[in-house]
């Protein structure tokens, strides 16, 4: 459906107020200066592992800028649990690992509420046949000399214990030893963005790409530091041929579609978005949050609706759900949509 003249103020008020950062917290507080609002927020979760009895220690969470500063990170606890204090209302990227599942990745909006917010994630096992694709592992692992790879694990092992310093020198020493160790260099680039030094990190990625080009992670990890310092047409290229090496991760379509977004491809990214969808129970629903405002970027508010309604389903309580409710009212009220528009996401491409 699409707005007329007469709509274009209504539009604006829906941009604005959907859960998809085009509103700051200060222009809310400039229009309402006398509502008293607490200044800072938490964010808490549990992190499910499946193929674990139940939680798993081992989860690492991570929350970031959205320009890929790092803001804190933390083990889960024994029952799976994690809360960040004392949070900024900004966006963030939450992103959680485990060793041998795939890593989560979501967008959260915490610019209003002044209760705590509340994730719930599950990780996914990366499976043999995933394990063996090109895309999955790094080619110079078998050809890294043994020094270098002690250096490597000593440096994962300072990394887990959340020693910085000492993790970056053990990396920094591995591709001393090996330039061409590209999972070391991928480790070294996301010590450098966890110590603040994200610009730094870029050089070390390339070198793993450039090592070894089958890598998946250095083209996510590029394009996501890219996408944060809005260089959006060198993540699109980075991304892209990510895409072309190893097909068989979402978050590459998921990254892609960002950066699409950011270049005013819309079509573009609600192709690269859907194709993220289409990996099924997998995906993070912060993928409909995404599409859902790209299609109200080109004023689609069927589409974007039925976004909204995808995320609710699977995440009833996520840190989008309250104010995308409010912009489904919206819509509805003014006409926009109707409530027996039930139909959830639109389908994969085919």
Not at 20 to 47: F, I, K
Not at 143 to 162: F, M, N
Not at 223 to 240: D, H, I, P, T
């Amino acid at each position: 459906m699409k707005l007329g003249h007469s709509g274009r103020a209504g539009k604006h008020l829906m941009l604005i107020s959907l859960t998809l950062g085009l509103a700051s917290p200060a222009s809310a507080q400039q229009q309402h200066p006398n509502v008293s609002v607490r200044a800072y927020v938490d964010l808490q979760g549990t992190v499910r592992v499946e193929g674990e009895k139940e939680h798993s220690t081992r989860a690492i969470v991570r929350l970031e800028e959205l320009q890929g500063g790092l803001v804190d990170e933390q083990a889960v606890s024994a029952n799976g649990q994690f809360c960040f204090s004392s949070l900024r209302k900004i966006e963030y990227t939450l992103i959680a690992t485990a060793p041998g599942h795939e890593t989560y990745v979501q967008r959260v909006d915490l610019t209003s509420g002044g209760g705590p917010t509340t994730v719930n994630i599950t990780l996914r096992p990366v499976t043999t046949q995933e394990r063996a694709a090109p895309g999955h592992l790094a080619r110079t692992e078998a050809t890294a000399p043994k020094k270098a790879r002690k250096e490597l694990e000593r440096g994962v092992r300072a990394s887990d214990e959340r020693k910085l310093s000492e993790a970056r020198a053990h990396f920094e020493k591995a591709v001393q030893i090996y330039p061409c160790y590209a999972r070391a260099q991928v480790h070294l680039a996301l010590t450098l963005m966890r110590e603040g030094n994200s610009p730094q990190a870029e050089a070390p990625l390339k070198k793993a790409i450039e090592c070894d080009p089958d890598f998946v992670e250095p083209y996510l990890h590029l394009g996501r530091l890219f996408n944060g310092e809005q260089r959006y047409l060198e993540s699109r290229e980075v991304l892209a041929e990510g895409v072309r090496r190893a097909p068989g991760s979402w978050q590459l379509y998921y990254h892609l579609g960002q950066a699409d977004e950011g270049l005013k491809n819309y079509a573009l990214a609600e192709q690269e978005l859907l194709r993220a969808l289409s990996f099924g129970r997998e995906v993070s629903p912060a993928v409909h949050e995404k599409l859902a405002e790209v299609y109200l970027r080109e004023n689609a508010y069927d589409k974007a609706y039925a976004e909204m309604r995808a995320y609710l389903q699977a995440e009833p309580d996520g840190p989008y759900a309250a104010r995308i409710r409010a912009v489904i009212q919206q819509l509805e009220s003014a006409g926009r949509v109707h409530s027996s528009q039930s139909q959830l996401a639109t389908g994969p491409p085919k």
